[in-house]
């Protein structure tokens, strides 16, 4: 008994150091028998970026969705244009003069699209004109918004994804990402639970109509009338233990500018008319109370680590400001950027493929995964671009959006990369460590997926045979 257990042991040991001496081609070839697809698609390319040469290819040429790999195009384009210094400013300034507690002129909120900028940020542009003396503005409180043109959704992104967090109003002026944080708390059985929402505004009412403690209430529910175009934002259903949710507002600039007006209000700073007008370009007389700046940085890790689609707008719409300075941007200008380097830089040809948004929401994008790649290449090789990027990239088993998967394989703190999900898409783009000490750069895209986790497990057996 013993020897025929010795020797199946042997036989299992022998099996794997020859499964693990087979060429890495030959193992990711037999991944393509997988059961997956039968039904579905897949484009795979590797690249071994230590010898500067293709590891494998497998239908890296065509077309597919990208979903958010899409990221990283919008990421190191905004690196490379914009530079790992830049900042995205939203500033409080003013024309004419203070007297006494009175500002003779006009008051500018203008917008930078900042996609993080919070409560706190707005309580210290509340406070920059408190701290002026200033009790009355003489003639507007004006936002300005001319940074980008008055479109909020992307070419092709799907208007039932409101009221998701996911996919908020787009603006220059965003507060809390265009969305309101909804606690809620269970209290005795039957009874109204507590609801808190955040931040703190008339802009929008709550509608509590949960029930603490009670499954026969049903599934606990935080929406708002989205397709009025409204701002109630009702609570229902069986409220059992803490829980906070998110709902975008309709709209995002109008959430933020009519705040910021009741804050002021609430220290007693007022003013004939508020509205939106552009801050003059050059005039004598302005001057800035207050400027907000968010680094780039900031917006990229959360751009990628969470995957959160208003960073990488974010980001697309800042490279449009650069490309097309002298007016409104549009989506079109941010393509129009995007296309400008894939051209002059990677030397791409971008009639060969769509890209609409900054972050693979859209419907519309289609690209190749050997496209992926040279931005993955061009930024291992500038170190500049590589850096920040590669610390944004969640890590495999460790944080972000790889936070739980490849836990249990060679992949584990080795792989960073970014991952790509919509609807009948899931997708993988980064960089792995390879046995040998090489680094590598892949992209796996599954298309045509009706369950996505069966592609992520297609995707991390990938992974840990490039880790092996």
Same mark, same amino acid.
């Given at each position: 008994?013993?020897?025929?257990?010795?020797?199946?042991?042997?036989?299992?040991?022998?099996?794997?150091?020859?499964?693990?001496?087979?060429?890495?081609?030959?193992?990711?070839?037999?991944?393509?028998?997988?059961?997956?697809?039968?039904?579905? @698609?897949?484009?795979?390319?590797?690249? &071994?970026?230590?010898?500067?040469?293709?590891?494998?290819?497998?239908?890296?040429?065509?077309?597919?969705?990208? /979903?958010?790999?899409?990221?990283?195009?919008?990421?190191?384009?905004?690196?490379?244009?914009?530079?790992?210094?830049?900042?995205?400013?939203?500033?409080?300034?003013?024309?004419?003069?203070?007297?006494?507690?009175?500002?003779?002129?006009?008051?500018?909120?203008?917008?930078?699209?900042?996609? @993080?900028?919070?409560?706190?940020?707005?309580?210290?542009?509340?406070?920059?004109?408190? /701290?002026?003396?200033?009790?009355?503005?003489?003639?507007?409180? /004006?936002?300005?918004?001319?940074?980008?043109?008055?479109?909020?959704?992307?070419?092709?992104?799907?208007?039932?994804?409101?009221?998701?967090?996911?996919?908020?109003?787009?603006?220059?002026?965003?507060?809390?990402?265009?969305?309101?944080?909804?606690?809620?708390?269970?209290?005795?059985?039957?009874?109204?639970?507590?609801?808190?929402?955040?931040?703190?505004? &008339?802009?929008?009412?709550?509608?509590?109509?949960?029930?603490?403690?009670?499954?026969?209430?049903?599934?606990?529910?935080?929406?708002?009338?989205?397709?009025?175009?409204?701002?109630?934002?009702?609570?229902?259903?069986?409220?059992?233990?803490?829980?906070?949710?998110?709902?975008?507002?309709?709209?995002?600039?109008?959430?933020?500018?009519?705040?910021?007006?009741?804050?002021?209000? @609430?220290?007693?700073?007022?003013?004939?008319?508020?509205?939106?007008?552009?801050?003059?370009? %050059?005039?004598?007389?302005?001057?800035?109370?207050?400027?907000?700046?968010?680094?780039?940085?900031?917006?990229? @890790?959360?751009?990628?680590?969470?995957?959160?689609?208003?960073?990488?707008?974010?980001?697309?719409?800042?490279?449009?400001?650069?490309?097309?300075?002298?007016?409104?941007?549009?989506?079109?200008?941010?393509? &129009?950027?995007?296309?400008?380097?894939?051209?002059?830089?990677?030397?791409?040809?971008?009639?060969?493929?769509?890209?609409?948004?900054?972050?693979?929401?859209?419907?519309?994008?289609?690209?190749?995964?050997?496209?992926?790649?040279?931005?993955?290449?061009?930024?291992?090789?500038?170190?500049? %671009?590589?850096?920040?990027?590669?610390?944004?990239?969640?890590? /495999?088993?460790?944080?972000?959006?790889?936070?739980?998967?490849?836990?249990?394989?060679?992949?584990?703190?080795?792989?960073?990369?970014?991952?790509?999900?919509?609807?009948?898409?899931?997708?993988?783009?980064?960089?792995?460590?390879?046995?040998?000490?090489?680094?590598?750069?892949?992209?796996? %895209?599954?298309?045509?997926?009706?369950?996505?986790?069966?592609?992520?497990?297609?995707?991390?057996?990938?992974?840990?045979?490039?880790?092996?």
């Amino acid at each position: 008994m013993k020897r025929a257990v010795l020797f199946l042991l042997l036989n299992l040991t022998i099996c794997a150091i020859y499964a693990q001496s087979q060429p890495v081609s030959q193992r990711l070839d037999a991944l393509l028998n997988d059961e997956i697809l039968k039904t579905s @698609e897949v484009g795979i390319t590797v690249f &071994d970026l230590t010898t500067g040469e293709s590891l494998y290819r497998y239908q890296d040429e065509k077309l597919y969705r990208p /979903a958010s790999i899409e990221k990283v195009i919008t990421s190191v384009t905004a690196l490379a244009r914009l530079g790992a210094d830049y900042t995205m400013d939203t500033h409080l300034r003013y024309t004419g003069k203070i007297e006494n507690d009175t500002l003779k002129g006009n008051l500018y909120l203008i917008g930078g699209f900042d996609p @993080e900028l919070m409560d706190e940020d707005l309580d210290s542009l509340v406070a920059a004109v408190e /701290a002026q003396g200033i009790r009355y503005v003489t003639d507007t409180i /004006a936002a300005d918004v001319s940074m980008t043109d008055s479109v909020y959704w992307g070419p092709g992104w799907s208007w039932d994804d409101t009221p998701y967090s996911f996919q908020p109003y787009l603006s220059p002026l965003m507060l809390n990402r265009g969305c309101v944080d909804v606690s809620v708390s269970p209290a005795q059985k039957d009874s109204l639970p507590t609801v808190r929402c955040t931040p703190v505004s &008339d802009y929008y009412r709550v509608c509590n109509r949960a029930v603490s403690r009670n499954p026969q209430a049903g599934k606990l529910e935080i929406t708002r009338n989205w397709l009025s175009n409204g701002n109630v934002i009702t609570v229902s259903g069986n409220v059992s233990r803490p829980y906070t949710g998110q709902v975008n507002i309709y709209t995002s600039k109008d959430f933020f500018f009519h705040t910021f007006i009741q804050r002021l209000k @609430e220290k007693g700073i007022t003013s004939g008319v508020h509205t939106y007008a552009d801050c003059p370009v %050059i005039h004598d007389s302005i001057a800035t109370f207050c400027t907000i700046r968010r680094p780039i940085r900031q917006v990229l @890790e959360r751009a990628l680590k969470k995957s959160d689609n208003l960073c990488a707008e974010s980001m697309f719409y800042h490279l449009a400001a650069q490309h097309a300075p002298h007016h409104r941007v549009t989506a079109d200008d941010g393509t &129009d950027a995007i296309a400008d380097f894939m051209k002059t830089v990677l030397g791409f040809n971008p009639d060969n493929y769509k890209i609409v948004d900054g972050s693979g929401v859209s419907l519309y994008n289609y690209i190749s995964p050997r496209l992926l790649l040279e931005y993955l290449k061009y930024a291992y090789y500038h170190r500049d %671009i590589f850096l920040p990027l590669y610390d944004a990239l969640p890590i /495999a088993g460790v944080d972000g959006t790889l936070q739980y998967r490849m836990k249990q394989t060679k992949a584990r703190g080795n792989v960073r990369a970014k991952t790509g999900s919509v609807t009948g898409v899931s997708s993988l783009a980064g960089y792995v460590k390879g046995a040998d000490g090489h680094q590598l750069a892949f992209v796996i %895209i599954n298309q045509n997926v009706l369950k996505l986790s069966r592609a992520r497990v297609f995707q991390d057996k990938v992974c840990d045979i490039l880790s092996r």
